[in-house]
């Protein structure tokens, strides 16, 4: 299958510092999602991009597609305990069958209060 | 009022039994998906309906058999369960042209 690389794995920070998290890939995506899951739940969509170079925010989240439509990148701002859960990113490679999203293995965020 | 509902939530069996998971949605999507998430949170596709039709069939044992009786609802019906099967299985469904999914919480399976 499809390899999305995310990283880092995990993060363990300090409430109120800004995060980063990244994916990438060697194939050339026409669309990013960014979801995020907490334990026992499934995943919840964040946010959606759909052009290169889109620049996308929600809130204290905000998402980026890469120039070379490879790689998406979310960031968050100011973080705070609730923000502790599973982000992955997903991409739909460009020419592939439309319905099919491929995701990357995760980064596990945890807040320390 | 649960969008993508899935029972069982959690489901312990032994090896070589069959059993099923359900999957029903109530958002008038016309696409519904199982993926399955194993022990490194890792989510890869399975299968995936469109109208009732498959159009997806990712590389999975034919041990596992999707049915969709009706676009609200997508069943996995899985035969003679290894321990390799253990894991969690969401079901999602989306709006043709709307790319995101909406996920059920999720079907833990452990497999003894």
């Known amino acids: 299958g499809q390899q999305l690389n995310q990283s880092p794995q995990s993060m363990f920070i300090q409430e109120g510092e800004d995060v980063s998290m990244n994916c990438t890939s060697s194939?050339?995506?026409?669309?990013w999602l960014w979801y995020k899951q907490e334990p026992g739940e499934g995943p919840v969509l964040l946010i959606a991009?759909?052009?290169?170079?889109e620049l996308t925010s929600n809130g204290r989240l905000t998402a980026q597609f890469g120039i070379t439509r490879k790689d998406s990148f979310l960031n968050i701002s100011a973080s705070i305990p609730s923000d502790v859960g599973i982000y992955f990113c997903?991409?739909?490679?460009?020419?592939?069958?439309?319905?099919?999203?491929?995701f990357g293995s995760g980064t596990k965020l945890n807040v320390k209060p | 009022d649960t969008a993508v509902s899935q029972t069982p939530k959690y489901l312990v069996t032994q090896m070589g039994n069959d059993k099923s998971i359900k999957c029903e949605q109530n958002?008038?999507?016309?696409?519904m998906y199982w993926y399955k998430q194993d022990s490194k949170k890792f989510l890869k596709i399975m299968f995936s309906?469109?109208?009732?039709?498959?159009?997806i069939n990712e590389t999975v044992p034919n041990r596992f058999s999707p049915k969709s009786p009706d676009k609200a609802h997508l069943n996995l019906h899985i035969n003679s369960l290894e321990l390799g099967d253990s894991a969690v299985y969401f079901c999602?469904?989306?709006?043709?042209?709307?790319?995101?999914?909406?996920f059920g919480s999720g079907t833990r399976l452990t497999v003894v």
């Open positions: 309906y469109n109208n009732k039709e498959l159009i």
């Open positions: 997903a991409g739909q490679l460009r020419g592939s069958n439309f319905n099919k999203f491929y």
């Open positions: 194939s050339i995506f026409n669309t």
């Open positions: 999602a469904s989306r709006l043709q042209g709307n790319d995101g999914y909406t």
């Open positions: 958002l008038g999507h016309d696409t």
């Open positions: 991009l759909y052009k290169a170079g």
